[in-house]
Nanobody, 123 residues
Framework: QVQLVESGGGLVQAGDSLRLSCAAS????????VGWFRQAPGKEREFVAH????????TYGDSVKGRFTISRDNAQNTAYLQLSSLKPEDTATYYC????????????????WGQGTQVTVSS
């Protein structure tokens, strides 16, 4: 089992950057793929990015491609999401999630979730 805790959210202005962290418990974190999703009020949960268990393969949602970067440090049991060139439409609660080995873009196929961290971007 994996427990996930996100941190790093906050209130920023358009154009600013943030780095979100996803700290995982357990010695098997290196065997799990990690996905980042976000959900704004009244909207469905949206795929943001995912990274495979090794950290070599990444995929991004179209709305964040070129602005966000996902990474991980298996020695620290932590995954990251670097948010750059933030826009007001990036405002949402950001969640990290984990599933064994193979990352996918579908939220319902992830087994473990964090509690979320709020990102608010003002114009």
């Amino acid at each position: 089992q994996v427990q996930l805790v996100e941190s790093g959210g906050g209130l920023v202005q358009a154009g600013d950057s943030l780095r979100l962290s996803c700290a995982a418990s357990g010695r098997t974190f290196r065997m799990y793929a990690v996905g980042w999703f976000r959900q704004a009020p009244g909207k469905e949960r949206e795929f943001v990015a995912h990274i495979d268990a090794t950290g070599y393969s990444t995929t991004y949602g179209d709305s964040v491609k070129g602005r966000f970067t996902i990474s991980r440090d298996n020695a620290q049991n932590t995954a990251y999401l670097q948010l750059s060139s933030l826009k007001p439409e990036d405002t949402a609660t950001y969640y990290c999630a984990a599933r064994p080995r193979v990352p996918i873009t579908v939220a319902s196929n992830y087994d473990y979730w964090g509690q979320g961290t709020q990102v608010t971007v003002s114009s």
